[in-house]
């Protein structure tokens, strides 16, 4: 089998549903035969291990580790879902102490054990957070380091295509921007369905206020409905994220990027973005002053879960970032 590159990928919690679902989709689609799955529960990943053996991978160079030396050594691409699953009734936001701390762990060992990976996706809840706790704790570039942001927009996407009866990929240019929570900023003004503006289909004002609410809360159903969280889709995207970084097709739904323009700083959050091989490019979200408004205020409520961060001593204060990281 040809593969994208055979550099090392690193899939941490590869023991759980996410991170299993990762290694099955890297395999699939090709990207690198050698992969590390890391676990700090040796039953778990040795299982997800010998699962992936059976289903006998041509030219797969598979392992599995609950040692992060081992794990990030000579590690050029990782992926991580190494936090606590959100349960029903919390928010990605109940989680953020304990993940963040373990965001901060997973960035001291990037730079400890692999300084020179390429790039670092990051997906456990609450991503803008956690990533940003990595980020400023590995000393990588902003570039280097994504986190998930795609499901809200692919959420919404699916939202318009059953209101509309279309097949899902004949929605466009709706995303959501801002956080990856509940603060989301919904951008619709320029979605086409198939071809035709959103706009001019007499989508009343009530109706859009329950596919914005659907949108939302489209991972906490996902919970309602299977009794735990989204793990496929999660784990598809993730490795489509790191298929762009590798150097296949770049991946162009939104994701959380380390933002430092158009008034907003200091931040994770979800943009218009292109990941290829050269990282994560965005560009200013464009919409409608109500449009606008929301991711402001989501923006609000990113530097509120940063600053609390500050207060717990996960992350050093703003200005002493660049002690920590000399790329911020």
Same mark, same amino acid.
């Given at each position: 089998?040809?593969?994208?590159?055979?550099?090392?990928?690193?899939?941490?919690?590869?023991?759980?549903?996410?991170?299993?679902?990762?290694?099955?989709?890297?395999?699939?689609?090709?990207?690198?035969?050698?992969?590390?799955?890391?676990?700090?529960?040796?039953?778990?990943?040795?299982?997800?291990?010998?699962?992936?053996?059976?289903?006998?991978?041509?030219?797969?160079?598979?392992?599995?580790?609950?040692?992060?030396?081992?794990?990030?050594?000579?590690?050029?691409?990782?992926?991580?879902?190494?936090?606590?699953?959100?349960?029903?009734?919390?928010?990605?936001?109940?989680?953020?102490?304990?993940?963040?701390?373990?965001?901060?762990?997973?960035?001291?060992?990037?730079?400890?054990?692999?300084?020179?990976?390429?790039?670092?996706?990051?997906?456990?809840?609450?991503?803008?957070?956690?990533?940003?706790?990595?980020?400023?704790?590995?000393?990588?570039?902003?570039?280097?380091?994504?986190?998930?942001?795609?499901?809200?927009?692919?959420?919404?996407?699916?939202?318009?295509?059953?209101?509309?009866?279309?097949?899902?990929?004949?929605?466009?240019?709706?995303?959501?921007?801002?956080?990856?929570?509940?603060?989301?900023?919904?951008?619709?003004?320029?979605?086409?369905?198939?071809?035709?503006?959103?706009?001019?289909?007499?989508?009343?004002?009530?109706?859009?206020?329950?596919?914005?609410?659907?949108?939302?809360?489209?991972?906490?159903? %996902?919970?309602?409905?299977? =009794?735990?969280?989204? *793990?496929?889709? #999660? &784990?598809?995207?993730? @490795? !489509?994220? %790191?298929?762009?970084?590798? =150097?296949?097709?770049? *991946?162009?739904? #939104? &994701?959380?990027?380390? @933002? !430092?323009?158009?008034?907003?700083?200091?931040?994770?959050?979800?943009?218009?973005?292109?990941?290829?091989?050269?990282?994560?490019?965005?560009?200013?979200?464009?919409?409608?002053?109500?449009?606008?408004?929301?991711?402001?205020?989501?923006?609000?409520?990113?530097?509120?879960?940063?600053?609390?961060?500050?207060?717990?001593?996960?992350?050093?204060?703003?200005?002493?970032?660049?002690?920590?990281?000399?790329?911020?």
């Amino acid at each position: 089998m040809k593969f994208l590159t055979d550099e090392k990928l690193v899939i941490v919690g590869a023991g759980g549903m996410i991170g299993s679902n990762m290694v099955q989709s890297v395999l699939m689609l090709g990207l690198t035969p050698n992969i590390c799955m890391y676990d700090i529960y040796e039953p778990g990943v040795h299982g997800v291990y010998d699962e992936m053996c059976h289903c006998a991978f041509p030219g797969a160079n598979l392992s599995y580790t609950v040692d992060a030396k081992e794990a990030f050594t000579g590690a050029k691409y990782i992926i991580s879902s190494g936090g606590a699953p959100r349960k029903e009734g919390m928010t990605r936001e109940d989680l953020l102490k304990g993940n963040c701390q373990i965001a901060a762990d997973f960035g001291e060992n990037i730079k400890k054990y692999c300084p020179d990976v390429k790039h670092v996706v990051v997906i456990f809840n609450p991503a803008d957070v956690t990533a940003l706790t990595a980020l400023i704790h590995s000393g990588l570039k902003p570039n280097q380091l994504t986190s998930l942001a795609a499901l809200d927009s692919t959420r919404l996407q699916q939202q318009l295509a059953l209101e509309f009866g279309v097949q899902q990929d004949k929605v466009t240019k709706a995303y959501t921007y801002g956080g990856h929570g509940e603060q989301m900023a919904v951008f619709a003004s320029k979605a086409m369905i198939d071809g035709k503006p959103l706009s001019e289909l007499n989508l009343s004002a009530e109706r859009w206020a329950e596919i914005k609410h659907m949108t939302i809360q489209g991972g906490s159903n %996902i919970i309602k409905l299977r =009794g735990r969280s989204s *793990f496929q889709s #999660p &784990a598809y995207q993730a @490795v !489509k994220m %790191i298929e762009g970084a590798m =150097g296949g097709e770049p *991946f162009t739904w #939104p &994701a959380g990027c380390f @933002v !430092k323009a158009y008034g907003y700083e200091n931040v994770m959050m979800a943009m218009p973005t292109v990941i290829d091989k050269d990282g994560v490019h965005f560009t200013k979200p464009e919409g409608t002053a109500e449009e606008m408004a929301a991711l402001n205020a989501s923006y609000e409520h990113l530097q509120k879960m940063r600053d609390e961060l500050v207060t717990l001593n996960i992350i050093p204060p703003i200005a002493e970032w660049n002690k920590e990281n000399p790329n911020l």
